[in-house]
């Protein structure tokens, strides 16, 4: 998809994957969703690596999410921003709150909150750290502490959420986060409110897992008299049992789809019909989606894989891609088979390309249904297909061998009419030929009709090939 060179909207929104791990169809959805929206309204749609946890981030893991964002072809309109290097600036928005009041310094150890903690629970109370409504001194600030947000208490925290509507929390329920770590690193609600702010964003939309996280940063954003954004929480992407998405489910990173020989315009299509509709719209382009795309049309309820779907809406698009690159992309599967295959193959492929492409749901099954097209002569006929050229079907091939080595225009009807010619001078049925020149052209691999077998592997190969049949059956 391509980006308007200047916006002329407002709007700003972004994908903010974690890199622990490869993309997966969830946050493909989400950076989706996201890019339709700027799309929609004109505006810019950025991506945020949010590596601040550097034990779990990864370098392969981030060049796996763009590998993944780029096959999907979401492309960001500006220079990805990584989290990590902001932290100074998370710092000074953490020191810009303590100055106000709306943080303070938390000397406990880890243990001795954690003490507290059980204390709370075991009285009924929310743990509160008595650093809440204590003054450090000189001394103390030399010393290692967090530093917490001092929540509001006794308040109502409401977001008017895109998706959800309005949700509400009882600000004590929502702790007193830390926001900057004893070792001064800056933690995740922190950073992303300062970074949504800095990069201007207007529209947060991502999975609902991160609706309680909206009521903590609203808080962040309001003690820092930032707007916030609007919020769009998208259910989660479910299995097709209605389960939540997991291993068992089958492939849930992008690149394992691309592997199954999904297309990435019918990924685009397929993702974004999960969750969101356009009344009964179920094929649609890239376009017809930035035109449509508002988060009007997303569902409150979790959305299931449909494997079935996605077959369906791939085939779609493969029908309308170009031979050229459906020819390529077949002759990559057939070498990551170990197939052992030069560029006059890629030409073969092609050729036959119109003729088999709408008998394939993926480009695993369109490789597989143009493995008689790369056969090399002559055809080894197993038993099977030496049974359908048995006896009088022998010299039936023969003489429709003879019949089409005279005949000139190897066109696709016209090799259809010139066989229902042949069946009706033999005075038999079709069902008395196909079988056996099937046997002689293919060998009996997935295939077309015979007119289109005889069009995909072109004149010289399919009289080449009829010979070598007939040689074998003497
Ligand atoms: N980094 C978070 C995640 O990968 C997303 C945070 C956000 O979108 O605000 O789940």
Redesign the pocket.
Known sequence: MTSPSAPTSAVVTRF???PTGSLHIGGARTALFNHLFARRHNGRFLVRV?DTDRERSTDEAVKAIFDGLSWLGLFADDEPVFQFSRADRHREVANTLLETGHAYRDFLSADETGALRDQAKAEGRDFVSPWRDRDPTVDDLSKPHTVRFRRPLDQAVVVEDAVQGAVRWESSALDDLVILRSDGAPTYNLA?VVDDHDMGVTH?I?GDD?LNNAARQSLIYDALGWTRPVFAHIPLIHGPDGAKLSKRHGAQAVHEYAEMGYLPEAMRNYLARLGWAHGDDELFSDEQAAAWFDLDGVGKAPSRLDFDKLAHVNAHWMRLADDDRLAKAALDVHLSRGHALGPEDEARLLHAMPFVKDRAKTLLELADQTVFVLKPRPLALDEKALGQLAGEAADRIGRLRDRLALFQSWDVFALEAELKAFAEEEGVGFGKIGPAARAALTGGSPSPDIARILASLGREISLGRLDDALQQTK
């Open positions: 903010a994957p974690s949010e992303v947060v991502r991160h």
